[in-house]
């Protein structure tokens, strides 16, 4: 296992993420104890030492089995983290409520990693409002010795996490992003890195998979990667990806099999970056992975002829997002922080922005399909 370096602890660079575990029959909300518990055992015996959590993963049940799971190992022979759940506003107020639960549920004293979770631009306000104190609590938790390291994780946009750092980057000493060769520049993953390394915090990976995307590609694609490297399996060319990127100490997976994690354990056991060639094979291959958005520029032009004044290229960005990835939350979280009047069903489909867009592009008929997505 290769291990990293992190102030004057020594990390496995492989992480166990506790968002996907085994289940019964297919129910999130299910977890196989079992099952999770012997791949606990392979992870420690395989030289895993950091087990991520979180308080809303598998239906609110993630955090006590992996206390359970944990709690036969000396409490010095691996580090745990968890996050304060930001993504729901109606947490905002229970911070304190919230992480006593956290130490109980995961049968622990203190928490060696913890983190503001997601911080995007639906909670950013609520993260730097002082009347909820979660913030400010947190850090009281840590000169208490109730979290040995604070941080924090971010779907938000780079202009969201400036705003979260100007206010809380000098108490943040490691931040989780999501990051893969897709979202290098698809999700801006690049000027986040870029960003963090100007502020001196180490990079934390979420998703380096893209929810398992990237674990198997198209036949052309994967017949391009092997012709630089015969050996590698595609998978691990998403973690030697990582290798590359200067600031990654921690790469989180979420493995649901023993298979999942015996693969992984593999490809960590040697460091293996890319070199200029590979590097720019492999971003080509996400390019075209990414062929069928919609190519917006960011122009501009199409706003100062929308009669409802929406911002176009915003939504657009999101639209790529949510029609690539099949659904999930990114789109919908977003969209949560733009007033209905600005969202997508509010365009009235009058084609004045589709007359000035360099590009061709039917906004149109984009904004109606991504109303329809996000309604079902």
Same mark, same amino acid.
Request: some cysteine.
């Given at each position: ?9 020594? $990390? ?18 299910? /977890? ?15 030289? /895993?030492?950091?087990? &991520? ?10 955090? %006590? !089995? ?5 709690? *036969? ?32 549920? @995961? ?8 983190? @503001? ?7 950013? &306000? ?11 609590? $947190? ?7 109730? /979290? ?40 801006? %993953? ?34 391009? $990667? *092997? ?57 080509? !291959? ?66 004045? @922005?589709?007359? !000035? @867009?360099?590009?061709? /592009?039917?906004?149109?008929? %984009? ?5 329809? *997505?996000?309604?079902?």
């Amino acid at each position: 296992m290769i291990v990293k370096t992190f102030q004057n602890l020594k $990390l496995s660079a492989l992480g166990m993420g506790a968002m996907r575990l085994p289940t019964i029959d297919g129910d999130d909300a299910r /977890i196989d104890v079992e099952a999770a518990e012997a791949m606990v055992a392979r992870a420690m015996a395989g030289g /895993i030492n950091y087990y &991520d959590t979180a308080w809303g993963y598998h239906d609110g049940h993630s955090e %006590a !089995v992996m206390g359970k799971a944990l709690s *036969r190992y000396p409490r010095e022979q691996f580090y745990l983290a968890t996050k304060f759940p930001g993504y729901d506003l109606a947490n905002m107020p229970h911070a304190r409520e919230i992480f006593e639960e956290q130490l109980q549920k @995961c049968g622990v004293d203190y928490f060696d990693f913890y983190l @503001c979770h997601n911080v995007c631009e639906m909670n950013i &306000d609520a993260y730097l409002d002082e009347r909820y104190g979660v913030v400010e609590y $947190l850090i009281e938790q840590k000169r208490a010795g109730r /979290i040995r390291h604070l941080g924090f994780s971010a779907h938000g946009a780079v202009p969201v996490m400036e705003r979260f750092l100007e206010r809380w980057g000098e108490h943040m000493e490691f931040c989780q992003i999501q990051l893969n060769y897709l979202d290098w520049t698809f999700q801006d %993953a690049r000027e986040k890195v870029e960003l963090l390394r100007k502020r001196g915090i180490p990079v934390w990976v979420m998703e380096p998979l893209r929810g398992g995307r990237l674990a198997k590609l198209p036949e052309e694609a994967e017949a391009r $990667l *092997r012709a630089l490297r015969p050996e590698e399996s595609t998978p691990a060319w998403a973690f030697r990806f990582l290798q590359t990127i200067p600031g990654v100490t921690m790469v989180l997976s979420g493995m649901s099999t023993i298979a999942q994690l015996e693969a992984n354990l593999r490809i960590f056991e040697t460091e293996a970056p890319l070199d200029a060639r590979e590097m720019e094979t492999l971003l080509s !291959v996400a390019d075209g992975l990414l062929g069928d958005t919609l190519p917006c520029t960011a122009c501009h032009y199409c706003v100062s002829h929308c009669p409802k004044g929406l911002d176009i290229p915003a939504l657009l960005e999101l639209y790529n997002e949510h029609r690539f990835t099949g659904g999930g939350f990114l789109a919908p979280m977003a969209l949560m922080a733009v007033p209905p009047e600005k969202r997508p069903e509010a365009c009235v489909g009058c084609r004045s @922005c589709e007359k !000035v @867009c360099p590009q061709r /592009i039917k906004v149109s008929e %984009a904004m109606a399909d991504f109303a329809a *997505r996000l309604n079902g």
